[in-house]
Structures are given as structure tokens and as C-alpha cells.
């Protein structure tokens, strides 16, 4: 009798353990559920990423989404956020002649963990497993069927393949002039590696390449199990080789998972929580390691391929970072490594201003990718990134430079969505008016800096760019550039020259300063409202000012008045049949009446009852919203999380405070889900949120403490969050409302000096 493999009697204790021991063994990474949000309520599912933190190497199924019936193939590595993966791998057992049937692969059994996949390809009768390094990764493949040699099928979809014994090198060609590079080997020797030609396989060449360029890897009949490692590099396969060795030194898969899963719960362990629902621990923790997906860390022994010059570099012993969507991550995902990996963060602005050095035009990008910066969605909010972090003490970046660079992006580059080119007529426009001009009735689109599709957005762009001159402001103010700080302060409050008086909402206007007429904000034009906003109506634009949010008050009205217009939002139907509705506002999802949850601008808004009085509502509302759209199911996110742009909102709104407005160095507290939270805090001390009178249900806060003071303000700084300590909230099932609403207790905003 064969005695079976010790490291899958190993591994398959490692995965099964935690579920069968009792609750308090779990560990966070035992919480952590990829599988949240794999069908999408509109767009882009959430895809299960298998990976370390902030690794190059990232994989999830060769599949649509969660109900997809096939695999294409196994992944080797995703080179860019929601991309495919480059390079492909498929077992296949049987007769040569039928390799060209291999894909697309059945499937059953699937489990996805951070660190580790398997899965039954049930065809044919193949089990696989996997488990990733940060630069390299490991799969094992039991043929359960005697029928026929046992082959792997290794794919380059535009590239070239190199044979060399039992390895496979080469690399697959990605935009603008990048490459990605494997290197590929089995454990057991192949009887033969080639190309695929009717029963036979050519093995005279050595090199394959082009589109589709693959090698087909023959075992001996009698092979039950075959292990395979790789490592990936964006530098040379010369280099993924070293990677790999460096990383993976056996075939023992088992230990490179159990290596894996230490990692990851160190990295969850920074924040630690406590209480009776067990579903919103899988909740947190999943999100968590969401916002450890991006950016990622492409130094590779302390060198790294640049796509901006097309150079390789010395990292001169700072990380190199890049793949970040700034749009979706600046609200809450790099606030959120500001507190717990602060050195992570520091690098990672470093790596932009990096990045700049070596552009063309010194321009501070906002889409940083593998492949260059795509210049995508609207603003530069790269610069509310330094801002933030810089107003909460992080160093390690050049601030001048960072300041030079982030206002050329905003003041030298077009202001238009969707562009990389210089400045023009808009441009000039804004600069002597202080506002995107919108176009006027009939009139057509001539400035060729305006995206055919992405349209001008004239009122997202406003209020994004006037955030932007106030962040600017804030940096200049730090390097003692008085004239500049009070040029852009007084800019930043240029979002009252689209503020439409009569209806309190933002409003695009012409050149002419004419409001659009018969705007409905319910259904502003465009696909996505672009003539006029951004992937949401006007009710979300409302409340896009968060560097002064005081001020929008009193614009709405006062007190009540923004309290009403708040809850008008939440309480205004969609207006259409949802077919209709969807079909023009496709990432306006996860409505609760004009609001969308579903969308990163519209994050901040049910923390802003705290701005007019009544926290409570804020308490009322983000409690209500996390367990309308955020849960423990395949469909638990509602719109397009964008690595960590959505999970960050839960991130911190389950610890019971956000932040509101990045540069400003303060956090507005909302309603903590757990009984007690404590983060580890990058400066070596602890912040504890603990709650008397704990029960899931119980969301409003009847007293506070902080540090064993009495507090009564709905909000608290952010360097008193850093001295370490306790907030201490008394809960309740019913509202206090008469906690922090005084106008002594209302969270601070921008104040000209």
C-alpha cells in the first residue's frame, strides 16, 4: 500500500484544525473570506486574491466571477489590479492528440484562503494546490485517473518560452515596452518538453514565442503527483530564477502555505478586536486584508524595473512601490497605513515622487501601475496623500519635491478626465474663473483635451481640484510658503462658484456662468452623469467638500437645514425602473435613495450628521448602511472595492471612527462594531476603542471617555490618537441625543488664516 504524502496530510491538518478547534483559537487570518463580494451587483466583482501583503505575486481563478461554470487555465501571476493573469498553467492527462482540448478546465471543490487555493479539476480527475511567496509561488497537481502521461501545459499569451532541463524561462509582454519574466520548474523530471503536433510532440526547438507561445511538459505514465515551482520578476527571468530560490527552496508546498498564513496573521493581528458576532469579525478581517492588496512592492534584491523610464533602478534602500488607484484609495486606504504601517506608507509616497523623477514631465502621477500611470477618473488627489501624511507626522519622503511635482499635476497638466496632456482652454478657464465650465445648450465638444467618453465633469473636477488647491495649501503652509499657502487656501473655496443658491445643490454653468438648465439631479446627462458629475447624481456631489464642510452648512442652510438635506438624499427614490436607472449610472450601486454606498465619493457622507449636531444619526446611518451592504456572502460588497477602496470605509468604520478629510489630522467617530479594538499603532504604542454595555445591537453612544476624560465631542485628534490609550463609549439600543451636540463638540474644518 502507498503511504500518503506527509506534507498533504500536513497542510490539510494546517487548513482544517482552526474549524474544528474552538472559537477563541481562531486566528484573524481564520476570518479573512476572499469569497466576500464574488458576484457583483453591477460591474467588477470582487476577485479572491490569493497572496502575501503588498506582493508582486497575486492569483485568483482564471474565471469571471464566482458562478463562472470554467477555468481558463490556472493563474501564474496578476500583473495589474482586476487584470487577467499573464502566463497560464493546465494540467491535462491523457492522450497528446487531445491537449488543444484542455481549456477551458471544469471545476469543483474550490477553496480560496489569503494564503493558499485548491481545487478539483473534475474532468479530469485532478486535484491542485497552491500556495504563493512574495516573489515566487508553488503548486501541487494528484492525478487521480490512470489514463494516460501526465502533462503540464504552460502558456505565454505574448511572448517567448525557453527550454532549459526541467525549467521553463521567458517572459510575456505587457504595455508600454513592460515585461514580466518566469522561470518555471518541476521536481520530477519530464520525459519530454515541446510543442504540440498532431500525437507527437516537437521537441526540436528549444524557444517558442508570439501570441499563445506555449510548451507542453510529458511526465511518465505512472506519475500520481507532480510539484512545480516558479518566480515571477518584472527585471529578467535571470532574475525570477533568483527570486525563486531565494523564496522557495524545496517542493514542500504545506510549509510555504504555513509560512504564508504567519505572515498574514501578523499583518492582521496589527488590528485585533473582540465580541459576540462572529460575522462581522469575517467582515473586518476580510476587509482588512482587502486593503493589503495594493500597492505593491516590485524590488526585487534591492532593484526594480521601472515602466517610466523603462530602466531598471536601485531601490537606494526604499521599497519600491507602484499599482495604486489614487481616486478610490487616498479617502481611506492610505489614511488607514498613516496608523498602522506608517514606514509602508512613507515608501510608497517616496515611490511616487520616484516615479516623477522619471517621467517625461514632472508631473505627480495618479494611477501608478506596473506599467506606467494611467492618468485615470478625474483630479490628482495624489497630493491629499502627502498632505495627510504629512500632517500626521510621517517623514521619509521629500516633502519640497513632493509639493513641486503634485501642483505641476494640477496646475501644467489638464485638468480634463482622463488625459495626460498639457494644459489648455479649460484649463486657463479654471484658472482665471475657479471652476470647470460645463458645455452650454447645444453646444458641441471642440477642446481635444476632453475624453470622447469620460466627457468634462465639470462639477466633479471643480470640487475635486478646489480639495486639491486646499491640500496644496496645507504643504505650502508646512514649507513656510506663506504667498502660495494663501494663493491656494483662497482657491479652495472656489466651490461656492457652483453652488447653485436656489436649489443648495452643486450645479454645473457654462462659460457664460449660466446653470445648466432642466438639470434633474436625479438624472444629471451623460452615461454615469459625465456631462455634469462623476459615476454618481448630484445628491452625492452635494456634500463633496471636505476641507470645509462648516462652510457647506451654512451654504445648505445652517444646522437643520444640512440635517434635512441629508436625509432628503436617503429618503429620494432612484426616480426609474432600475433597468433604466442602471443602465446610465452603473457605479451608483448600493442606493439607499439617491445615496450610493457602492461608491468611494459618497463614503464620507453618513459621518457628516456629525458637522450639524446629531452624531447620533451618523451612529444610526453607518451602523444601518455596514449591515445593509457590507456582510458575510458572496454579494457582501456593493460596488467595485478597487483594492481597499471601499474596504477601508469598513475598516475604520467598524473600529468606530474615520477621517473625514485627508490633511486634516483628526478622525469623526461614528459607531464601533466590536467590544473592544485595539491598534497596534506604527510609533510602538496601542489605541483602544472599548465599549460598556456591548451587544451587536446596541449602535448609540450614550457617554464617551478618552483617556479617562469625559468627552463630548464627536470627533478627537489625530495626535491623540497616537499618545496611545483608551476611547471608552458607553452603548446603548436607543440614542442619546443630546451627546457632543453642542457647536463646542462639531468636528473642525479649514478656517483662513
Known amino acids: 500500500m502507498k503511504q500518503p504524502n506527509f506534507s498533504t496530510l500536513l497542510l490539510s491538518f494546517l487548513l482544517t484544525t482552526t474549524g474544528l478547534c474552538a472559537q477563541a483559537l481562531k486566528e484573524p487570518v481564520d476570518y479573512a473570506n476572499p469569497y466576500i463580494g464574488n458576484i457583483s451587483h453591477m460591474l467588477v466583482p470582487t476577485y479572491p486574491t490569493v497572496h502575501l501583503p503588498n506582493s508582486i505575486l497575486r492569483v485568483y481563478p482564471e474565471r469571471e466571477n464566482f458562478t463562472g461554470n470554467i477555468l481558463n487555465g490556472l493563474p501564474l501571476i496578476v500583473t495589474s489590479h482586476r487584470g487577467s493573469s499573464a502566463f497560464n498553467l493546465s494540467p491535462f492527462q491523457g492522450a497528446v492528440h487531445d491537449i488543444k482540448n484542455i481549456i477551458p478546465l471544469g471545476y469543483d471543490n474550490e477553496v480560496i484562503k489569503p494564503n493558499y487555493y485548491s481545487v478539483d479539476l473534475d474532468?479530469?480527475?485532478?486535484?491542485?494546490?497552491?500556495?504563493?511567496?512574495?516573489?515566487?509561488?508553488?503548486?501541487?497537481?494528484?492525478?487521480?485517473?490512470?489514463?494516460?502521461?501526465?502533462?503540464?501545459?504552460?502558456?505565454?499569451?505574448?511572448?517567448?518560452?525557453?527550454?532549459?532541463?526541467?525549467?521553463?524561462?521567458?517572459?510575456?509582454?505587457?504595455?508600454?515596452?513592460?515585461?514580466v519574466y518566469i522561470y518555471f520548474e518541476t521536481e520530477s523530471k519530464p520525459l519530454e518538453i515541446g510543442t504540440h503536433q498532431g500525437n507527437q510532440l516537437n521537441t526540436k526547438e528549444k524557444t517558442t514565442e508570439g501570441k499563445n507561445a506555449y510548451f507542453v511538459i510529458k511526465f511518465p505514465a505512472n506519475t500520481k503527483r507532480l510539484n512545480a515551482r516558479y518566480g515571477v520578476s518584472f527585471i529578467s527571468a535571470t532574475q525570477a530564477k533568483k527570486n525563486l530560490y531565494r523564496e522557495i527552496k524545496h517542493y514542500d508546498l504545506a510549509s510555504v502555505a504555513k509560512e504564508g498564513r504567519d505572515i498574514w496573521n501578523s499583518t492582521l493581528s496589527k488590528i485585533k478586536v473582540s465580541g459576540s458576532d462572529e460575522n462581522a469579525k469575517t467582515v473586518f478581517y476580510t476587509s482588512l486584508?482587502?486593503?493589503?492588496?495594493?500597492?505593491?512592492?516590485?524590488?526585487?534584491?534591492?532593484?526594480?524595473?521601472?515602466?517610466?523610464?523603462?530602466?531598471?533602478?536601485?531601490?537606494?534602500?526604499?521599497?519600491?512601490?507602484?499599482?495604486?488607484?489614487?481616486?478610490?484609495?487616498?479617502?481611506?486606504?492610505?489614511?488607514?497605513?498613516?496608523?498602522?504601517?506608517?514606514?509602508?506608507?512613507?515608501?510608497?509616497?517616496?515611490?511616487?515622487?520616484?516615479?516623477?523623477?522619471?517621467?517625461?514631465?514632472?508631473?505627480?502621477?495618479?494611477?501608478?501601475?506596473?506599467?506606467?500611470?494611467?492618468?485615470?477618473?478625474?483630479?490628482?488627489?495624489?497630493?491629499?496623500?502627502?498632505?495627510?501624511?504629512?500632517?500626521?507626522?510621517?517623514?521619509?519622503?521629500?516633502?519640497?519635491?513632493?509639493?513641486?511635482?503634485?501642483?505641476?499635476?494640477?496646475?501644467?497638466?489638464?485638468?480634463?478626465?482622463?488625459?495626460?496632456?498639457?494644459?489648455?482652454?479649460?484649463?486657463?478657464?479654471?484658472?482665471?474663473?475657479?471652476?470647470?465650465?460645463?458645455?452650454?445648450?447645444?453646444?458641441?465638444?471642440?477642446?481635444?483635451?476632453?475624453?470622447?467618453?469620460?466627457?468634462?465633469?465639470?462639477i466633479a473636477v471643480t470640487l475635486g481640484t478646489v480639495y486639491d488647491e486646499w491640500c496644496l495649501s496645507v504643504i505650502a503652509n508646512a514649507l513656510k510658503n506663506k504667498e502660495e499657502a494663501q494663493y491656494f487656501s483662497e482657491r479652495s473655496l472656489n466651490y461656492r462658484k457652483v453652488f447653485n443658491p436656489e436649489t443648495?445643490?452643486?450645479?454645473?454653468?457654462?462659460?457664460?456662468?449660466?446653470?445648466?438648465?432642466?438639470?434633474?439631479?436625479?438624472?444629471?446627462?451623460?452615461?454615469?452623469?459625465?456631462?455634469?458629475?462623476?459615476?454618481?447624481?448630484?445628491?452625492?456631489y452635494r456634500f463633496d467638500v471636505p476641507h470645509n464642510v462648516a462652510d457647506l452648512v451654512q451654504l445648505i442652510g445652517g444646522k437643520q437645514a444640512f440635517v434635512d438635506a441629508l436625509e432628503d438624499m436617503y429618503s429620494t427614490p432612484l426616480g426609474k425602473g432600475r433597468p433604466d436607472f442602471y443602465h446610465i449610472y452603473a457605479d451608483h450601486t448600493g442606493n439607499v435613495g439617491q445615496f450610493s454606498m457602492g461608491n468611494e465619493p459618497a463614503m464620507h457622507v453618513p459621518y457628516l450628521y456629525n458637522y450639524a449636531g446629531q452624531p447620533w444619526r451618523s451612529q444610526k446611518r453607518v451602523r444601518n448602511l455596514l449591515n445593509q451592504w457590507f456582510r458575510n456572502d458572496l454579494m457582501g460588497i456593493p460596488g467595485d472595492e478597487d483594492g481597499g477602496g471601499l474596504t477601508s470605509f469598513i475598516v475604520f468604520s467598524q473600529l468606530g471612527f474615520y477621517p473625514i478629510t485627508p490633511g486634516l489630522p483628526m478622525y469623526v467617530i461614528g459607531s464601533p462594531t466590536f467590544e473592544n479594538a485595539t491598534l497596534s499603532l506604527g510609533n510602538g504604542k496601542t489605541f483602544s476603542v472599548v465599549c460598556q454595555n456591548y451587544s451587536p445591537d446596541h449602535k448609540y453612544i450614550q457617554s464617551a471617555k478618552l483617556n479617562g476624560r469625559d468627552w463630548n465631542k464627536s470627533w478627537f485628534s489625530h495626535e491623540e490618537l497616537m499618545k496611545g490609550g483608551t476611547l471608552e463609549l458607553v452603548m446603548g439600543k436607543h440614542p442619546n441625543k443630546t451627546w457632543a451636540s453642542g457647536d463646542d463638540a462639531i468636528p473642525p474644518s479649514f478656517k483662513m488664516d
Not at 501642483?407 to 478626465?417: C, G, Q, S
Not at 496632456?421 to 465638444?445: H, I, M, R, T, W
Not at 462659460?511 to 454615469?528: K, Q, S, V
Request: net charge negative.
Open 123 to 179: 474532468d479530469q480527475d485532478i486535484a491542485v494546490q497552491y500556495a504563493p511567496s512574495h516573489q515566487s509561488g508553488i503548486y501541487e497537481f494528484d492525478f487521480k485517473a490512470a489514463q494516460g502521461s501526465p502533462y503540464l501545459v504552460l502558456n505565454t499569451r505574448n511572448g517567448a518560452l525557453t527550454i532549459d532541463g526541467n525549467a521553463i524561462s521567458g517572459y510575456q509582454q505587457l504595455d508600454n515596452n513592460t515585461k
Open 289 to 458: 486584508y482587502r486593503t493589503y492588496e495594493r500597492m505593491i512592492c516590485i524590488s526585487e534584491d534591492g532593484q526594480y524595473f521601472s515602466a517610466y523610464d523603462g530602466k531598471v533602478h536601485s531601490d537606494e534602500g526604499k521599497p519600491f512601490y507602484t499599482d495604486d488607484w489614487i481616486w478610490d484609495t487616498y479617502r481611506a486606504t492610505h489614511p488607514l497605513r498613516v496608523l498602522i504601517e506608517p514606514k509602508m506608507e512613507s515608501n510608497m509616497i517616496n515611490s511616487y515622487i520616484v516615479m516623477t523623477r522619471q517621467m517625461p514631465r514632472a508631473w505627480m502621477p495618479n494611477f501608478p501601475e506596473v506599467t506606467g500611470d494611467s492618468r485615470r477618473m478625474n483630479s490628482n488627489h495624489a497630493v491629499a496623500m502627502v498632505a495627510d501624511a504629512y500632517s500626521k507626522g510621517l517623514s521619509g519622503f521629500d516633502l519640497a519635491e513632493a509639493y513641486k511635482v503634485s501642483k505641476a499635476a494640477i496646475t501644467e497638466k489638464t485638468l480634463a478626465p482622463w488625459s495626460s496632456k498639457p494644459a489648455g482652454v479649460l484649463d486657463q478657464f479654471y484658472k482665471d474663473k475657479g471652476y470647470l465650465p460645463s458645455l452650454a445648450p447645444n453646444e458641441k465638444e471642440t477642446v481635444p483635451e476632453v475624453h470622447s467618453w469620460e466627457r468634462r465633469q465639470p
Open 504 to 540: 443648495k445643490f452643486f450645479h454645473p454653468k457654462d462659460t457664460l456662468g449660466a446653470f445648466m438648465p432642466n438639470l434633474d439631479y436625479r438624472f444629471p446627462p451623460g452615461i454615469g452623469g459625465r456631462d455634469a458629475y462623476d459615476e454618481n447624481t448630484g445628491y452625492v
